[in-house]
């Protein structure tokens, strides 16, 4: 796609957000971080994005509250049931 046809389109969007200023870089960490929510991996995003470290890609997003809500701690996996062995 080139550059200026997303500009078109993000002049498009931009009544669908109530006007709010947005641009490239706006929907470029709009697709990585609805990635990460995805689950896909951060190894797989950075590919994606370009990024040669890990580093540039892990500034870049944000973790998400809906992704630490998510997150099953080791511990609820043990059985502490009295009298289990």
Do not use: N, W
Request: glycine share 8%.
């Amino acid at each position: 796609m080139s550059p200026r046809s997303v500009a078109r389109v993000i002049v498009r969007l931009r009544p669908l957000v109530g006007g709010k200023p947005i641009t490239a870089h706006t929907l470029r960490h709009c697709f990585a971080t609805h990635l990460m929510e995805a689950g896909t991996d951060i190894y797989v995003i950075r590919r994606m994005l370009g990024h040669s470290s890990i580093k540039t890609t892990a500034g870049y997003l944000h973790v998400t509250d809906k992704r630490i809500r998510s997150i099953q701690s080791p511990l609820d996996s043990l059985d502490l049931k009295e009298g289990a062995s």
